[in-house]
């Protein structure tokens, strides 16, 4: 009897296997619907909608870009984790560590439901202050430090990468400053005006300012120099810590329960498409910056990210919603 179910459970396996391999080989066969829980023209849709252009091209197939914004991304994160785990609805999103630690409610599991499958790049954020407010990271460190609480700083809302990142700057270099979070491009006004001393924004939604003289850089919040922003120091080389550096990058997803070989295809269309020189333009041009990964490497990172979020809103004493 036992070797009938041994058999049985070996012949089963065998099948399953033979159906993931012909399912992987087959994929995409019908339009695939890329779920962006952000409005369009931000970082994570840019991105999205750059590489899955590239994508269709090579795999012969749709791509869909759906933006389903609200509820801090839950409900488009939510689809992506419900959705039939067959590769044909996928998840890209910039902000799904943060809005793990922010939200104590989410709808799915963010470390158990998906499954990381490849980053599209990293988009740094920027220091940003306005013209003639200060000149170096030193300079505004020091005003923030000397009379504390008195600096503010701008966001497009609570949870944003510009908050966390703002945060991360505050708790690494021993500051407090005052969130002022606004709703679309408000916070571009009163920071140019000098209403608002600082911002921390992604570098795609303030490099067209910084390059027109009226937004001033003052660091990179990277490892390393944006090649978009060449010479703009990074926090490290402007005298922080590197703990100062909030990485806010791009990341696709898949539900958790799909075929790894699905995962393992996909994972190598977009790295084909991120290696043409034309999506590399395209990418840089908006301010995103390579930031290769293997399938396995990002599913090391995104944990240890997701870790990194929470201790974050833990020190620097960020209420949870």
Same mark, same amino acid.
């Given at each position: 009897?036992?070797?009938? &179910?041994?058999?049985?459970?070996?012949?089963?396996?065998? /099948?399953?296997?033979?159906? #993931?391999?012909?399912?992987?080989?087959?994929?995409?066969?019908?339009?695939?619907?890329?779920?962006?829980?952000?409005?369009?023209?931000?970082?994570?849709?840019?991105? $999205?909608?750059?590489?899955?252009?590239?994508? =269709?091209?090579?795999?012969?197939?749709?791509?869909?870009?759906?933006?389903?914004?609200?509820?801090?991304?839950?409900? @488009? @994160?939510?689809?992506? %984790?419900? %959705?039939?785990?067959? =590769?044909?609805?996928?998840?890209?999103?910039?902000?799904?560590?943060?809005?793990?630690?922010?939200?104590?409610? &989410?709808?799915?599991?963010?470390?158990?439901? +998906?499954?990381?499958?490849?980053?599209?790049?990293?988009?740094? /954020?920027?220091?940003?202050? @306005?013209?003639?407010?200060?000149? #170096?990271?030193?300079? &505004?460190?020091?005003?923030?430090?000397?009379?504390?609480?008195?600096?503010?700083? %701008?966001?497009?809302?609570?949870?944003?990468?510009?908050?966390?990142?703002?945060?991360?700057?505050?708790?690494?270099?021993? +500051?407090?400053?005052?969130?002022? !979070?606004?709703? =679309? @491009?408000?916070?571009?006004?009163?920071?140019?005006?000098?209403?608002?001393?600082?911002?921390?924004?992604?570098?795609?939604?303030?490099?067209?300012?910084?390059?027109?003289?009226?937004?001033?850089?003052? $660091?990179?919040?990277?490892?390393?120099?944006? !090649?978009?922003?060449?010479?703009?120091?990074?926090?490290?080389? $402007?005298?922080?810590?590197?703990?100062?550096?909030?990485?806010?990058?791009?990341?696709?997803?898949?539900?958790?329960?799909?075929?790894?070989?699905?995962?393992?295809?996909?994972?190598?269309?977009? *790295?084909?498409?991120?290696? /043409? !020189?034309?999506?590399?333009?395209? &990418?840089?041009?908006? =301010?995103?910056?390579? *930031?290769?990964?293997?399938?396995?490497? +990002?599913?090391?990172?995104?944990?240890?990210?997701? %870790?990194?979020? /929470?201790?974050?809103?833990?020190?620097?004493?960020? !209420?949870?919603?």
């Amino acid at each position: 009897m036992n070797t009938i &179910l041994r058999r049985f459970a070996l012949g089963a396996a065998l /099948l399953f296997a033979a159906l #993931t391999s012909a399912s992987a080989k087959d994929w995409p066969s019908r339009t695939v619907t890329v779920v962006v829980p952000v409005p369009a023209g931000v970082a994570s849709d840019i991105v $999205a909608r750059v590489v899955f252009e590239q994508v =269709g091209k090579q795999v012969g197939q749709t791509f869909i870009i759906e933006n389903r914004p609200g509820a801090g991304g839950s409900i @488009g @994160g939510n689809a992506v %984790a419900k %959705a039939t785990p067959d =590769g044909h609805t996928i998840l890209v999103w910039g902000s799904i560590a943060a809005a793990n630690a922010l939200y104590t409610k &989410l709808p799915y599991d963010t470390l158990n439901d +998906f499954t990381p499958v490849a980053v599209f790049g990293q988009t740094p /954020l920027v220091v940003v202050t @306005g013209a003639g407010h200060y000149k #170096t990271l030193a300079e &505004l460190v020091s005003a923030a430090k000397a009379d504390p609480g008195k600096l503010n700083y %701008a966001t497009v809302g609570v949870g944003s990468a510009a908050h966390f990142g703002a945060e991360q700057l505050a708790w690494s270099a021993g +500051f407090s400053a005052q969130h002022i !979070p606004f709703k =679309g @491009g408000e916070w571009l006004t009163e920071v140019l005006a000098g209403r608002l001393d600082f911002a921390v924004p992604p570098v795609t939604s303030a490099i067209s300012l910084i390059r027109d003289g009226k937004l001033v850089p003052l $660091a990179i919040s990277s490892s390393m120099r944006s !090649p978009s922003l060449p010479t703009v120091p990074t926090m490290v080389e $402007a005298g922080l810590k590197a703990d100062a550096v909030y990485p806010f990058y791009t990341g696709a997803y898949l539900p958790a329960k799909t075929p790894h070989a699905i995962a393992e295809k996909l994972h190598a269309e977009i *790295m084909k498409a991120l290696a /043409l !020189p034309s999506v590399q333009e395209r &990418l840089t041009a908006v =301010g995103v910056d390579p *930031m290769p990964m293997t399938l396995a490497e +990002f599913g090391a990172f995104f944990k240890k990210d997701v %870790a990194n979020n /929470l201790e974050l809103v833990k020190v620097a004493k960020i !209420p949870t919603q």
